[in-house]
């Protein structure tokens, strides 16, 4: 068994203290009925991503955050950015809307939240975050797909990564405000005998575990958007 921590594959600069947002409130109503029921969540493997620019994102905000126009200021503003210098995250959204667009470069996703008001995520997120080397990719993608349902459910999710010879890498993964597209997380090394008394949401375990690794991005353990390593 061995491990090692892994540097950026993708590196961030020019950051906001916490990613670039933009929020447009100017638009009252019911809050959205696009909320998705805790028990009605699906986790899709991969986002759907769209290429945005001046000219279509109107549309594609509107779409995904139907309480947005095409003279919304917020729209209107970042219509003339695009695309969005490297390192700069902005979500669209609406003081009464469950989704959000969120916009990187010039590629976007639309971000839905479920009812307990966590982000759903699509499994891949957890690529370049804490990963398992040697386990077969239909593996990983089941159990990126739990972690991804148990931060749709609370926020946050803890896993243990099992070596054949009892030693763990403890995962911890969490949603960090005010950006509900970012996902902050953190791993130790335990020797067998030392973590199996801990409480963990999953025990992921696999004989062809060969290490762990984690991604670090601009000196910090956590994506600023969900699309941030492609």
């Known amino acids: 068994m061995s491990f090692r921590s892994t540097f950026p594959l993708v590196c961030l600069a ?4 916490a990613g670039c947002v933009t929020t447009d409130q100017t ?3 019911a809050p959205s009925s696009q909320f998705v029921p805790v028990d009605r969540i699906q986790i899709q493997q991969r986002f759907a991503v769209v290429d ?5 994102l109107a549309g594609e905000a509107h779409r995904c955050v139907p309480q947005l126009g095409a003279t919304s200021k917020a729209v209107v503003d970042q219509a003339t ?3 969005l210098p490297r390192g700069t995250v902005v979500s669209l959204s609406n003081v009464n809307a469950a989704n959000s667009l969120v916009i990187v470069g010039s590629r976007a996703i639309c971000l839905q939240q479920s009812t307990a008001r966590q982000p759903i995520f699509a499994a891949e997120i957890f690529v370049d975050t804490v990963n ?3 386990v077969p990719p239909a593996v990983t993608d089941k159990w990126y797909a739990d972690l991804a349902r148990r931060i749709a459910e609370t926020g946050r999710a803890t896993a243990a990564y099992v070596f054949s010879n009892g030693n763990a890498f403890i995962a911890s993964y969490w949603v960090e405000p005010p950006l509900k597209t970012r996902l902050a997380y953190a791993s130790e090394f335990k020797k067998a005998g030392t973590w199996e008394s801990g409480t963990y949401d999953f025990r992921f375990v696999d004989p062809n ?3 762990v690794s984690t991604a670090t991005r601009n000196g910090a353990k956590a994506k600023m958007a969900p699309i941030d390593y492609r």
């Open 14 to 17: 020019a950051l906001c203290a």
């Open 27 to 29: 638009q009252g109503g």
């Open 52 to 56: 945005v620019n001046a000219a279509n």
């Open 81 to 83: 950015k695009l695309p």
């Open 132 to 134: 398992p080397s040697g």
């Open 209 to 211: 575990i060969a290490s």
